[in-house]
């Protein structure tokens, strides 16, 4: 199992930039299909980016074009590049991980696939 740890939230103004990054310690890490979540005051968890084993992107409709998901497999990181913030962007933000999943399975973006989580980092709009 690897251990995920999430920074790089905070306040930022609309129409501002953040990057998050996911800190992924363990072993098998580049095996792993990466994403991830959010999960707003009231809402269920969304999906919004993974990153299969192969550098393969899926990205949620709501995201598409201001997201930008990366990973660093020898770094053990995985990034999440967000441009363009609105306030319907506020929420906290989960990495997520699990070794070996296919790239369709990688490309639903749903929490059921994912067994390892992070605590996440707040982002907040204003």
């Known amino acids: 199992h690897v251990q995920l740890v999430e920074s790089g939230g905070g306040s930022v103004e609309a129409g501002g930039s953040l990057r998050l990054s996911c800190a992924v310690s363990?072993?098998?890490?580049?095996?792993?299909?990466m994403g991830w979540f959010r999960q707003s005051s009231g809402n269920e968890r969304e999906g919004v980016a993974s990153?299969?084993?192969?550098?393969?992107?899926t990205y949620a409709d709501s995201v598409k074009g201001r997201f930008t998901i990366s990973r660093d497999n020898a770094g053990n990181d995985v990034d999440l590049q967000i441009e363009s913030l609105k306030s319907e962007d506020t929420a906290m933000y989960i990495c997520a991980g699990r070794h070996s999943v296919s790239q369709s399975g990688c490309a639903t973006l749903s929490d059921g696939i994912f067994t390892q989580w992070g605590q996440g980092t707040q982002v907040t709009v204003s």
């Open positions: 363990g072993y098998g890490y580049s095996d792993y299909c």
């Open positions: 990153i299969d084993s192969d550098g393969e992107t």
